[in-house]
């Protein structure tokens, strides 16, 4: 179990910055700006959430295993497959929190930076992100929950190797179909304090949200 | 020397905004029922809107210019604008949102003196909901001094604010304007705040520039009869100001309204009536005792119903009033053409204008 732990621990330290960095950017590219295709890139970035997992993980199975680059590297079925497959049906949550987030800022605070002499960039440091910063911070807690806890997509790119690939939530289902239900409940305990601590943070930002508005 | 010379053009489907007008180094107000395009002139000049064509220069540099393609952006105009809403950065405080357009090492001392100045001091690291109304106001005025621009523009500074706040912060606003030589645009409808703070006035309506006029002038009957007609909205009245039983009455031959004002304005004047701020009566219902003085019968003669609104042609005392209201309102009064109605107008909803009105505001 120990490995297990570690590995889903290591996934989580490589998956909470990629998820802060990608979902932020598409969060705002969502909120703030208009172009051609934004409603197919709208319906791409949520349709993670509308599949289930082992539909979404085959499909990344298939295009995966067809690059080049990939294959040779043997990603699949290795730790880097476990650390990026929780990223897919987690980055959906990430953006939309970023993505309410940048839109609940009230435009005229960016305008009046705007006539200040702010660029857009220091506009986005300066108040842009300290406003949305509680959203964020909100959906990056059940984004990391969502990605600690996937199996399906895991399973389907990166397997259920124990002490490469072998997640939390993998240990249990191992550890159930072994009939070892003692480790799997001690798994799942674990998974269910770590849940309610995330979700604890959440209601908790979003009540100073409240305040701050 | 004209500062601020503009002309521009922006089509929003069903309306039109066409703008012209020259500044000089003054105060000048932007008047016009709401609607008229005021508030999209001035985020045209500050770079937050882009017109389809026509050229702002300000001091002699070209802020745009759609024959030769030029647009200097927001952030490099050196325009100060306060909003309607204040936009004050919820996150910092009154020291830091002044501090925000500042840049150097000095610019912590700057942007206190800026809060001392506006009668602020002690209160630097208030959140701006740890503030009032009043001091809130003060803050986005001193923010958008304090990296001294080239220009200010104010879109409805005072709409929040009643009675004497409002009169002090007039006061105040024209003596930063004045001191600090930045000139200055002001978006308002009350002809009160057009009369107290501006040497000019734009008027608008329609998305249009209908004249330029010198405020000195506006006491000139001939001038007001332009900006009512201009307008076309709101009601003016010739007369004068008299006291009776203790109390200032505004009189003229067929009729008098009671008047909250100082006994300095006895003798000839005219009034200002929002249309906003005629209210119809119920007749079986006690009138509020703020209407109880200028209970008037009229007879509608027209009816317009625009965007919501209903707009009251209304004859009665000899004058023909303008009434605006929500059109959910009166619901119960089955408002149509030809009908007696009752109307009255609080005497602190009555805008003078007289010829000593500057010396006293």
């Not at chain 1, 960095?21 to 349709?47: R, Y």
């Not at chain 1, 690939?165 to 239900?181: D, G, K, R, W």
């Not at chain 2, 909250?260 to 701020?277: D, K, M, T, Y």
């Not at chain 2, 009033?321 to 089955?334: F, K, Q, R, T």
Request: net charge neutral; charged share 20%.
């Amino acid at each position: 179990m120990i490995s297990s732990l570690i590995i889903s621990l290591k996934v989580l330290a490589i998956d909470v910055p990629l998820l802060l960095i990608i979902g932020v950017a598409l969060g705002w590219i969502l909120a703030k700006t208009e172009f051609k295709g934004k409603d197919l890139l709208d319906v791409l970035v949520i349709l993670p959430i509308a599949l289930p997992p082992s539909v979404l993980g085959l499909y990344l199975l298939m295009t995966l295993s067809h690059i080049p680059f990939i294959r040779e590297a043997e990603v699949l079925f290795s730790f880097p497959a476990a650390a990026l497959a929780p990223l897919f049906p987690s980055l959906p949550i990430m953006i939309q929190a970023a993505r309410s987030g940048f839109s609940s800022v009230d435009r005229q605070l960016e305008q009046a930076a705007r006539t200040l002499g702010d660029s857009e960039l220091k506009i986005f440091w300066r108040i842009t992100f300290p406003l949305s910063r509680l959203s964020i911070m909100a959906g990056l807690a059940l984004a990391s929950m969502r990605a600690l806890g996937d199996f399906g997509v895991t399973l389907m790119i990166a397997g259920n190797i124990p002490g490469r690939t072998q997640t939390l939530p993998l240990f249990i289902y191992s550890n159930v179909e072994a009939m070892n239900f003692l480790e799997a409940n001690i798994a799942a305990l674990l998974l269910t304090i770590l849940g309610i601590a995330s979700l604890l943070i959440v209601k908790k930002l979003e009540g100073r949200h409240i305040e701050l508005s | 020397m004209n500062c601020l010379e503009a002309s521009f053009s922006k089509d929003l489907g069903s309306f039109s905004l066409r703008i012209s007008f020259e500044l000089g180094e003054e105060i000048a107000a932007l008047f016009g029922p709401s609607g008229a395009g005021k508030s999209l002139t001035l985020k045209i000049l500050a770079g937050l809107d882009r017109p389809k064509e026509g050229r702002i220069v300000l001091n002699g540099r070209v802020l745009y210019d759609s024959a030769s393609s030029v647009f200097v952006k927001a952030c490099q105009r050196r325009i100060g604008l306060v909003f309607q809403e204040l936009a004050l950065f919820p996150h910092m405080t009154a020291l830091e949102n002044v501090a925000y357009g500042l840049k150097g090492p000095n610019k912590w001392k700057i942007a206190r003196q800026w809060l001392d100045r506006v009668k602020l001091e002690g209160l630097y690291d208030r959140m701006p909901n740890q503030l009032s109304g009043g001091q809130r106001q003060r803050v986005a005025l001193a923010r958008a001094l304090a990296p001294k621009p080239d220009l200010l523009l104010l879109d409805e500074p005072f709409s929040a604010l009643d009675g004497p706040m409002r009169r002090a912060l007039r006061r105040e606003l024209k003596k930063l304007s004045l001191e600090s030589q930045t000139p200055t645009i002001y978006v308002t409808h009350d002809i009160e705040d057009v009369c107290s703070l501006a040497s000019r006035v734009f008027l608008i309506r329609d998305g249009k520039t209908l004249a330029s006029i010198d405020v000195d002038k506006l006491w000139d009957p001939h001038a007001q009869e332009s900006i009512w007609h201009s307008l076309g909205w709101g009601t003016l009245i010739h007369g004068k100001i008299e006291e009776d039983g203790g109390s200032l009455y505004f009189k003229w031959d067929k009729g008098r309204l009671k008047v909250s004002c100082s006994r300095h304005l006895i003798g000839e004047a005219s009034v200002f009536i929002h249309p906003n701020h005629v209210k119809l009566l119920y007749p079986d219902v006690p009138v509020d005792p703020e209407l109880e003085a200028n209970v008037i019968e009229g007879k509608i003669i027209e009816k317009i119903e625009i965007n919501g609104s209903v707009r009251l042609y209304i004859k009665g005392s000899g004058i023909e009033w303008h009434a605006e209201y929500p059109g959910d309102s009166y619901l119960m009064l089955e408002i149509k053409e030809g009908q007696n109605v009752l109307f009255s107008i609080a005497p602190s909803k009555i805008s003078l204008l007289t010829p000593c009105f500057n010396s006293v505001s």
